[in-house]
């Protein structure tokens, strides 16, 4: 891909944010990646979706095979060998409790890592992150700032929705984690390129939404948004676009069918852990009506809330007070995952950063905001102030963790800052030569600095928005707990990182 004029410091920018720190600490276990990691070993390996079975002993279950190797991971799903059973009282083939896209993907990148040795779970992490989420992450984002170019976007618009995006959400989070968040909102965004970005292309359109159900089951709605808009501005292409999915679709079903008895059945319903089920039980497969609860948790909150973490995102909602036709169909993803969000009984997203279930609404808010801008120009100024309080809350709480705990209220002072304060920041580089504390991290902290300037630029309009937002942020009151900061301190590779503070015991 040769890139354009102003495209070189946006990937410099972006490399730096998406790839200079390692964030991954081996003993938090973290189930959403880690039993993807699994799988995709076992079909390199063992040419099998299953992970390990579980056993009967006497007077109790084991689980034996490639889990057993690399040690207990939570997100299971539990196939039994009789049909009169259900997990998790049963022996039988265990799996991820996952769509297996991102698992398929990732096997022929551990099969070639094999060749130099055998795998460790940290290299398996390493290499699937970069090849399967980071690059295409960056590649993406420069793309879809061409997208909002060709689209008459003026251009600083287009670089501060795209920094916005890319390094102000939950994309840059997510964008560093074998996981299907990112990768279904990539999957996604490519569907909408395929069908709204110069020539209509009608087989990558449906190759890449079916390939966004099969890296996560919640984008089968946004899918059938994009692929229902395209046909209704072209009035062709659906024979195409069903031989596009046609790969994907096999996939699912062959991954059902083999493992759960029916190209119908999903892991959901043979979930391994019963405090799952419990969780997902309420509802119709686990959606039911929103509350205030959920709304206020989900949007407003500083643990998780959507518009405190990316507060831009909330500028996105009023675009279509400006936007016609089929400008809409960004803001008609948007409003699916806002209310995939509000009605789902996981909507807490346990450990996270942000409400991580809707990481695909992230580059849709990008072009939402880019239209609105281009039909708008006055809103330039408040994209430029919440973009930069958006860079500086992500980009902080990314340089240390992927996921807070439940327990904590207020991620930025209760454990964010805490951390950073100490000096610790994950594996990098710099700190691999022996580079101690924050400089380590400079090269990261340098690019989210840059683009945090870039997006208020000259504006005193957009200063003092950021000022207001990122003080508000940090002033929103924390946890009484504070036992988060030391465990998460507790799990860091190494242990303590050069230059850090220990943490006092309690």
Excluded at 113 to 141: D, E, Y
Excluded at 182 to 203: D, E, H, N, Y
Excluded at 347 to 367: C, D, E, H, K, N
Aim: charge should be positive.
């Amino acid at each position: 891909m040769r890139l354009r004029r102003g495209e070189g410091r946006l990937l410099v920018l972006l490399v730096l944010a998406y790839g200079w720190l390692f964030v991954f600490f081996e003993r938090v276990n973290n189930p959403n990646e880690l039993v993807r990691v699994y799988a995709a070993r076992a079909l390199s390996e063992q040419h099998t979706w299953a992970i390990g079975r579980r056993e009967l002993a006497p007077g109790y279950f084991v689980d034996v095979g490639l889990e057993a190797e690399w040690g207990y991971v939570n997100d299971k799903a539990l196939s039994c060998d009789r049909p009169d059973e259900r997990p998790p009282r049963c022996t039988g083939r265990l799996f991820a409790a996952k769509a297996p896209g991102a698992s398929l993907i990732g096997a022929p990148v551990l099969a070639v890592l094999r060749l130099f040795g055998p795998v460790t779970k940290t290299a398996a992490v390493f290499a699937l992150r970069w090849i399967c989420v980071i690059v295409p992450s960056i590649a993406f984002w420069i793309l879809l700032r061409r997208w909002m170019l060709d689209s008459g976007v003026p251009e600083p618009a287009a670089l501060l929705s795209t920094l916005a995006g890319s390094l102000g959400s939950l994309s840059l989070t997510y964008g560093q984690m074998f996981a299907g968040h990112q990768m279904a909102a990539l999957a996604l965004g490519a569907a909408f390129l395929s069908a709204f970005w110069r020539a209509f292309r009608p087989f990558w359109l449906g190759f890449f939404c079916a390939l966004a159900v099969a890296l996560e089951y919640p984008s089968a709605p946004a899918a059938v948004i994009l692929a229902s808009a395209a046909l209704l501005r072209h009035r062709r292409g659906a024979l195409w676009i069903a031989l596009g999915a046609f790969p994907w679709v096999a996939v699912l079903a062959q991954f059902h069918w083999s493992a759960f008895g029916a190209p119908w059945s999903t892991p959901y319903a043979h979930l391994e852990n019963a405090a799952f089920v419990r969780d997902i039980a309420p509802g119709l497969m686990g959606i039911s009506a929103p509350s205030w609860e959920r709304l206020y948790g989900s949007l407003f909150s500083a643990r998780l809330g959507l518009f405190f973490w990316a507060p831009w995102t909330a500028l996105a909602l009023l675009a279509p007070r400006w936007l016609r036709r089929f400008d809409l169909v960004p803001v008609a993803v948007i409003a699916y995952y806002l209310l995939f969000q509000v009605t789902h009984a996981l909507w807490r997203s346990g450990w996270t950063v942000g409400p991580r279930y809707i990481t695909p609404l992230a580059p849709f808010a990008a072009m939402a905001l880019a239209l609105a801008v281009r039909e708008s120009p006055r809103l330039l100024p408040v994209l430029r102030g919440l973009g930069a309080s958006g860079v500086v809350a992500t980009g902080l709480a990314s340089a240390v963790c992927q996921g807070f705990p439940l327990e904590v209220v207020n991620p930025l002072r209760e454990v964010v800052g805490p951390l950073l304060a100490h000096g610790y920041v994950p594996r990098n580089p710099l700190q691999l030569l022996g580079v101690p504390g924050l400089w380590s991290a400079l090269p990261y902290f340098a690019a989210i600095a840059v683009a945090t300037a870039l997006l208020v630029g000259r504006s005193g309009v957009a200063l003092a928005i950021a000022a207001l937002v990122v003080t508000a942020q940090w002033a929103a009151p924390p946890g009484d707990d504070r036992g988060a900061v030391r465990f998460l301190a507790e799990q860091w590779e190494p242990d303590p990182p050069p230059g850090a503070r220990r943490f006092t015991p309690r």
